[in-house]
Every structure is written in C-alpha cells, then in structure tokens.
C-alpha cells in the first residue's frame, strides 16, 4: 500500500467508526489480532476493547460527535494523525454527569496499519484535562 493508501485507512476509521459508529466499517478496518497498546491497564486491548471506548463511553456521551483531522504523516507502515473530537456533552462522560457543554478531546494516535487493517495503535489524549474541566462547571 501507498502512504496515501493507509492514510486513507486511518481518515476512513475517524470518519466511518468514531464519527458514524458504523460497525460494518470497524469489522472491515481492524485486524482480528489488533493490539491497542494504549488501552488502559486490565482493560481489552483487542478489537472489542477499540469498539467499546468508542460505542460504550464516547457515542453516548457525546451528541453531534464529530473527528477534525488536522495532521496525518505516513512512514512505513504507521500513520501518525493529530485530530480533534468533538461534541456536545449530554450523557454521562466517565461519571461526570451531562453539562450541556461542547467539548473537544485533542488526541495523536500512531497507527501500523497491515494489509488495509488496523493492526496497532499507540494514542495520548487529552480526555483527563477535559473531565476535570467539565467537573468544575
């Protein structure tokens, strides 16, 4: 595959998986034996685990949820990408209570991407400034 190719991967993922929550496009895109190796510690790493950080803690959190790709660079294999999520805050966000607010989750994630698929990821967010933001009110 090309850089542009597996870029083109990774753009796909944001747009299809985190912005649409379409579970036909995340079967399509993620390995059977993908590691996330930024999941947190006892927690899947594994494709269910990528699935439910998105479906089970974001998607409900956040209405109108949206992914801003603002830099994506290929070498080899891996596709780094700085992007943006963003939505507005009207579900429980890992046990803050809906504000109302919008929020944005800056986040770089490194992508190996094997034959189309995503193989692994390595991200950092940050998720952790957001909650203590929305707790303060």
Known sequence: ????DIKAVVRRF???????????????LMEPTFINRSAPAGADA???GMWNTFQTILRPALSELSVTI????????????RKT???THTGALMGVEPTGRRVAIDVIDIVRVADGRYAEHWGIN???SVLAQLKAR
């Open 1 to 4: 595959m090309s850089l542009q």
């Open 14 to 28: 944001n747009e299809e998986v985190i912005a649409k929550g379409r579970r036909v496009a995340f079967d399509a």
């Open 46 to 48: 594994g494709p269910e």
């Open 70 to 81: 603002h830099d994506q660079i290929a070498e080899g294999d891996m596709v780094t990408t």
């Open 85 to 87: 999520i963003t939505g």
């Open 126 to 128: 940050n998720l952790p």
